[in-house]
């Protein structure tokens, strides 16, 4: 991370891992609800 005055700030590569990981997670949560092996 790098500090810019009082932020943390994270750098580009870390905000487009966490944004790719939040997209799979909800992908993979919506394939078992369809394939209902969960419930909503």
């Not at 943390?8 to 078992?32: G, N």
Request: aromatic share 10%.
């Amino acid at each position: 991370m790098i500090a810019v005055g009082k932020f943390m700030v994270r750098t580009t590569e870390a905000i487009r891992t966490h944004f790719f990981s939040a997209i799979r997670a909800f992908t993979q949560l919506e394939l078992m609800r369809a394939e209902e092996l969960i419930e909503n």
